[in-house]
């Protein structure tokens, strides 16, 4: 959450971004970015940001480095340049300028895939419920990592600790289970998130989450989803 | 967006939300997305779901709206029940999550008895348990020297095999998966 | 159970499936759907899913087939997302842009490392990989075999369905990304 507010504030996603922007304002070409200027406009950038006490990732101050580096660089005559032995260019921007031209592309990739975007957000899928049945994961389609995945779900984090203790705790499936299907006599449904509520500690946590998992897989209670993204809900399955 | 400016808007409309709604819907529900238009109420949202189904028996769709417990929603109409199982019960064998589950803590807890499984996941694993073993992906591999003298499981080649491992030490260690796993 | 005599039937069935399902279905599980008849096959299927989309549009109804991921699924039309959304009473999220950049050099380099998405946008990347991983827009493939075997990420199905693509070609193929790509 802490990042989410980070992001926000940041004007610039990283250096290219910003180097970018600055050749395109500066309407300079790209194969022959007039380093000294822009290095000085970049530097300009980052005193405001500072300013306007923005956080600057550290990127930003390597990429300063490195246009400083290039424009000393570009001030040596040709024949005394240092070049890198792998190098067959003798342009010290080279390197920065191939790198700027991939980064654009992809970011003309994003722009494209956010296209598609705007235009999926509004449509919705049949929202069937015969695929709740179908819960399990096909074996031809599971790869290590899923399995893995499943692993981690269940420590969650509580790696550190020994298994063993956290399962002998106070918490028990079987009470965590009766809470639940509790809830769910009194209500049509609740919010997957909300049954974390209050929770003590990472066992009472791993515990519920996998009352939750048992009831899905005794098919006592389901889990829905409207809609891709939004919440879930676990209801009661209905008999008949 | 459509206006609601006619029978025809309301009755698609009505269709549209309860044909993206897995729940029953209820009149209040289906009402929502009507805000602010004053001429729409529960007589005429009545009336559009009769008027598809009028539509769909005339034009042969195999599904059509039903009313529920307080609600009303869009299912297939019985006739075509058989097809629909067939696509779902000809699905590969599936590993269900509590199977994947118990693969997981075999694989990097073996050799392992049943009782120690059971106590990581908190639930009785015997039927997991018996299918895994019948899928050929775990296996007996010897007993625990403790009292009752447990089986203890192990994974198997053809475990290896589906998961496109050479060896069991390529598993990832669990500090690896934790950068990228959170609390949710 | 309704006999698959008549082509009339056969797209009924298609399209009782397909309303069934949440998720796509690919021709051959809807051809699960016939087994034990001789006469269907994939172009029949494809035929019933065009002969849909063509008495949907003329009968106006707000919702049609798509091909999506590989398989086919039904939808909304846009025109109807505002109602929809008005129930829901929930603005989809969209994705961030460094979301996005980050997606689409997985999606055009895939299997890709982390150190390398990291080389492309100049920043880390962390956070964001682990957003994708949680929305189930990405997945961990395997391993790079280099020093410290670094997971590789490449997208999901959830990718394709999420962006409206049938398969990953489908993004435009642009030249000079081919061009970088032979630099390296």
């Known amino acids: 959450m802490g990042e989410d507010y980070k992001v926000r504030l940041e004007v610039f996603e990283g250096p290219l971004d910003l180097l970018l922007y600055l050749i395109k304002k500066e309407e300079v070409d790209i194969y022959d970015i007039p380093i000294e200027k822009i290095t000085k406009q970049y530097l300009e950038y980052l005193e405001l940001m500072k300013m306007l006490d923005l956080t600057i990732a550290g990127e930003f101050l390597v990429m300063a480095s490195t246009l400083m580096y290039i424009k000393s660089m570009m001030l040596l005559p040709p024949e005394e340049r240092v070049i890198d032995e792998e190098e067959d260019s003798i342009d010290p921007r080279a390197d920065l300028v191939k790198q700027l031209l991939e980064y654009k592309q992809f970011k003309e990739l994003a722009d494209h895939l956010e296209e598609r975007e705007r235009e999926r957000v509004n449509i919705f899928p049949r929202a069937a419920s015969v695929s709740v049945e179908s819960e399990g994961v096909e074996l031809s389609n599971v790869n290590i990592f899923d399995l893995i995945s499943a692993f981690s779900d269940i420590l969650k984090g509580a790696a550190q600790e020994d298994l063993r203790e956290i399962f002998e705790d106070k918490f028990t499936v079987s009470d965590k289970i009766s809470y639940i299907t509790g809830v769910l006599k009194n209500n049509k449904n609740v919010k997957f998130s909300e049954l974390f509520d209050g929770t003590a500690n990472k066992s009472e946590i791993v515990v519920t989450f996998l009352a939750v998992l048992e009831l899905i897989r005794l098919k006592a209670v389901k889990a829905v989803q409207k809609k891709h993204f939004s919440d879930i809900f676990i209801e009661m399955v209905t008999a008949g | ?184």
């Open chain 2, 1 to 184: 967006m459509q206006p609601v400016n006619t029978k025809e808007n309301l009755k698609n409309i009505v269709e549209a939300v309860l044909f993206a709604s897995a729940e029953p819907l209820t009149v209040n529900d289906i009402l929502k997305a009507f805000e602010g238009e004053n001429n729409v109420g529960k007589k005429e949202v009545r009336e559009a779901v009769d008027a598809l189904n009028v539509e769909y028996g005339a034009s042969g769709r195999p599904f059509l709206v039903e009313e529920v417990a307080g609600g009303f929603r869009m299912i297939t109409r019985p006739e075509y029940a058989e097809y629909i199982k067939r696509i779902y019960q000809s699905q590969p064998s599936r590993l269900s999550k509590p199977a994947l589950e118990t693969l997981a803590i075999v694989a990097y807890r073996q050799p392992i008895i049943k009782a120690d499984i059971e106590s990581i996941r908190g639930v009785n694993v015997d039927g997991v348990i018996k299918s895994l073993l019948d899928k050929n992906l775990i296996r007996i591999s010897g007993r625990k020297d403790v009292v009752g003298r447990p089986f203890e499981f192990s994974t198997t080649e053809k475990f290896l095999e589906y998961f496109g491992l050479t060896n069991i030490k390529e598993l990832p260690r669990i500090e690896e998966l934790k950068q990228f796993s959170s609390l949710k």
